[in-house]
Nanobody, 116 residues
Framework: QVQLVESGGGLVQPGRSLRLTCAAS?????????MYWFRQAPGMEPELVAG???????NYSDSVKGRFAISRDIAKQMVYLQMSSLRPEDTAVYFC?????????WGQGTQVTVSS
């Protein structure tokens, strides 16, 4: 069983930064998993924000490219999302996601609110 626990969300002013953390645990968690951050705003479909492979290859949605950075510490089984130049439209619940073959695991989410 795999558990993902997100932290680091909160209320932040536009233009400021925030770092989200996802801690992975469980006897079946594989460090070969591809890791992702999704977000979901009220009334909207989930949106893929960023992803990172075991080898460190990254991809980003166009809406966050150049402002967000995903990284991972394989030894600590942690994934991070550094968010800069935050905008009100970044307001959403952010979810961590792990994919190892057909096995997909979601965290419970952390709320990020960007408002003055």
């Amino acid at each position: 069983q795999v558990q993902l626990v997100e932290s680091g969300g909160g209320l932040v002013q536009p233009g400021r930064s925030l770092r989200l953390t996802c801690a992975a645990s469980g006897p079946t968690f594989s460090t070969d998993s591809d890791m992702y951050w999704f977000r979901q705003a009220p009334g909207m479909e989930p949106e893929l924000v960023a992803g990172i492979t075991r080898n460190g290859l990254t991809n980003y949605s166009d809406s966050v490219k150049g402002r967000f950075a995903i990284s991972r510490d394989i030894a600590k089984q942690m994934v991070y999302l550094q968010m800069s130049s935050l905008r009100p439209e970044d307001t959403a619940v952010y979810f961590c996601n792990a994919r190892d073959g057909n096995a997909v695991t979601w965290g419970q989410g952390t709320q990020v609110t960007v408002s003055s």
